[in-house]
């Protein structure tokens, strides 16, 4: 294959610029020929040093990256005896967390177009001064042991925190999702299988998945919204709980 032609500046980091070449050789992301791919990557860098530009740091990590993941791959492949829903080995593949480096950037460099198509839109907009609705606002104070939206998402940063120094730095690609109608039965059933008709709030969360954790997250919502389910806590700092309610609480509301 030809080398690849790059305009340096028009790139913003290294996850920039393997996505171009992935783009522009037209490889499957989720089976990157790494000799060629390492290839193109080089030939970049070394245009950059031609051009008498400052290699930044973070580029020349990738590059050892790249070079380190293909001569993992010229090793042996152990044998394992973990079997996957077929009956073959699994065998780790050392570009899977390369791979899901990728993924995450381009879904994020999609995200930040459409939101630049979001504000542009926006732009063409005249807005409204904001009405004066203090006279209309109305506290609801909470029952005793109820908690507040801040509570809640205090304590899915807490759960985030944890999974994240709980997680592997090399894991395989998750493709597994669920709806939030899903997650909403799943947490509904949890509950009901339990003695006092409560759990705790992290036990309503996956092993971390991004997704996953958000989508679940979603779920608990719609159902308080729904009126079927409420959280509790019985005194600041104590684990939030989250339990099913009767038929004569919903009622009532």
């Known amino acids: 294959m030809e080398d690849l032609t790059i305009k340096v500046a028009e790139y913003e980091g290294p996850m920039d610029v393997l996505l171009h070449l992935i783009r522009e050789m037209k490889i499957d992301i989720y089976d990157i020929p790494m000799n060629e791919l390492t290839k193109q990557y080089l030939n970049f860098i070394h245009s950059m040093k031609t051009l008498e530009l400052e290699v930044a740091a973070e580029y020349l990590v990738m590059a050892s990256t790249l070079l380190e993941i293909k001569a993992r791959m010229l090793l042996p492949k152990p044998k394992l005896e973990e079997l996957d829903e077929d009956g073959e080995p699994i065998v780790e593949d050392p570009r899977d967390q390369l791979v899901q480096q990728l993924l995450e950037y381009q879904q994020i460099k999609e995200n930040a177009k459409k939101l630049e198509e979001l504000s542009f839109l926006r732009g063409l907009h005249f807005g409204k001064e904001a009405s004066d609705l203090s006279s209309m606002q109305e ?99 104590e684990d939030i709980l989250i339990e099913k309610r009767q038929e004569k609480e919903k009622e009532s509301d």
């Open 139 to 237: 506290i609801i104070p909470l029952k005793e042991g109820e908690v507040t939206t801040q509570d809640l998402w205090n304590a899915l940063k807490k759960l985030a925190r944890k999974n994240i120094a709980k997680m592997p730095l090399k894991a395989n690609i998750q493709h597994e999702t669920h709806t939030v109608e899903e997650l909403m039965d799943s947490i509904i059933s949890k509950i009901e299988h339990t003695d006092k008709k409560q759990v705790p709030f992290e036990e309503c969360f996956p092993a971390f998945n991004r997704h996953a954790i958000t989508t679940t997250f979603l779920a608990m919502l719609q159902l308080v919204r729904e009126h079927r389910v409420r959280f509790i806590q019985s005194s600041p700092y």
